[in-house]
């Protein structure tokens, strides 16, 4: 029985190509893992474009009037105009 050349070349190149389809460069495994950091990254892209759109709408507010500095300023800072009287009354707890 002789040793033909031709199919064992087909078998290596078949085994070559799958190699490379397994654990080359662009495998399948690599891919999956590309995937993967894909979903998170969109995920946390998601959440930056809902914080950036939060901070445009603050930004517009507090370019459109004084209403919302005044808002702000009453919130955080205890804000009291002239004439005005400033109550604070607490709940009794049960």
């Given at each position: 029985?002789?040793?033909?050349?031709?199919?064992?070349?087909?078998?290596?190149l078949?085994?070559?190509?799958?190699?490379?389809?397994?654990?080359?460069?662009?495998?399948?495994?690599?891919?999956?893992?590309?995937?993967?950091?894909?979903?998170?990254?969109?995920?946390?892209?998601?959440?930056?474009?809902?914080?950036?759109?939060?901070?445009?709408?603050?930004?517009?507010?507090?370019?459109?009037?004084?209403?919302?500095?005044?808002?702000?300023?009453?919130?955080?800072?205890?804000m009291?105009?002239?004439?005005?009287?400033?109550?604070?009354?607490?709940?009794?707890?049960?």
């Amino acid at each position: 029985m002789t040793i033909r050349p031709v199919p064992l070349l087909l078998i290596a190149l078949l085994l070559l190509l799958q190699a490379q389809l397994w654990f080359g460069r662009g495998s399948v495994w690599e891919v999956t893992q590309m995937r993967a950091t894909l979903a998170q990254q969109q995920a946390l892209n998601r959440l930056a474009q809902a914080a950036n759109e939060q901070l445009a709408n603050e930004v517009d507010d507090l370019q459109e009037g004084l209403g919302m500095v005044e808002e702000l300023a009453r919130h955080e800072l205890g804000m009291v105009k002239p004439n005005e009287v400033f109550v604070q009354y607490a709940q009794n707890p049960r």
